[in-house]
């Protein structure tokens, strides 16, 4: 069974780069046809996708975060990790991490981990 | 970029069936993903490609998509049903993009 797994720091100042990892147990994040995303939710408001990278290495993002977010693979730790620069208290959200095809739905995610955006 | 509009709250009494719709321009031409989400918990995948159930998810839970319209329907609904429900699609300038969310409560 495919388990996904964010970490990353709980609190994360202002301006600052907002950095989370997601690790993938139960097989591999080399698996062909597959996409790696991230999505957040902030309080009281709907599900956001933020972006994803391919199996391959290709990245797509979310037209409205594109200049702020990185998203990359480290396959050698089956791992893949979210950089969001120049946070405001608006990035402040539950982050999940999860899988899916291209263009298609993501039927696994991570449990969320919370991301509190304060001085 | 894209909009999928979702009533904000659908209310149902247990046994009678929910119906929650999804609104998007020319939807009928796009792959519909439905999510419920409880609180605290992950968001889980209840219908995909308009009207596909994954292994695990009861047949009371049941898809359609036509025109501007994607609808999920709920039949019997139990009070486990209670959460929030978003659907999702992929369009070729917003990439991924969900709805506004409908609360679903069971009275």
């Known amino acids: 069974q495919l388990q996904l797994q964010e970490s990353g720091p709980g609190l994360v100042k202002p301006s600052e780069t907002l950095s989370l990892t997601c690790t993938v147990s139960?097989?591999?994040?080399?698996?062909?046809?597959?996409?790696w995303g991230w999505i957040r939710q902030p309080p009281g408001k709907a599900l956001e996708w933020i972006g994803s990278i391919s199996y391959r290495g290709s990245t797509y993002y979310n037209p409205s975060l594109k200049s702020r977010v990185t998203i990359s693979v480290d396959t050698s730790k089956n791992q893949f990790s979210l950089n969001l620069s120049s946070v405001t208290a608006a990035d402040t959200a539950v982050y999940y991490c999860?899988?899916?095809?291209?263009?298609?739905?993501?039927?696994?995610w991570g449990q969320g981990t919370l991301v509190t955006v304060s001085s | 970029s894209y909009v999928l509009t979702q009533p904000p709250s659908v209310s149902v009494a247990p046994g009678q069936t929910a119906r929650i719709t999804c609104g998007g321009n020319n939807m009928g031409s796009k792959s519909v993903h439905w999510y419920l989400r409880k609180p605290g918990q992950a968001p889980v995948l209840v219908v995909y490609?308009?009207?596909d159930r994954p292994s695990g998810i009861p047949e009371r839970f049941s898809g359609s998509n036509s025109g501007n319209t994607a609808t999920l329907t709920i039949s019997r609904v139990e009070a486990g049903d209670e959460a929030d429900y978003y659907c999702q699609v992929w369009e070729s300038s917003s990439d991924y993009v969900f709805g506004t969310g409908t609360k679903v409560t069971v009275l």
């Open positions: 490609d308009d009207s």
């Open positions: 999860g899988r899916h095809k291209r263009g298609g739905a993501t039927k696994y």
């Open positions: 139960g097989g591999s994040i080399s698996s062909s046809n597959y996409c």
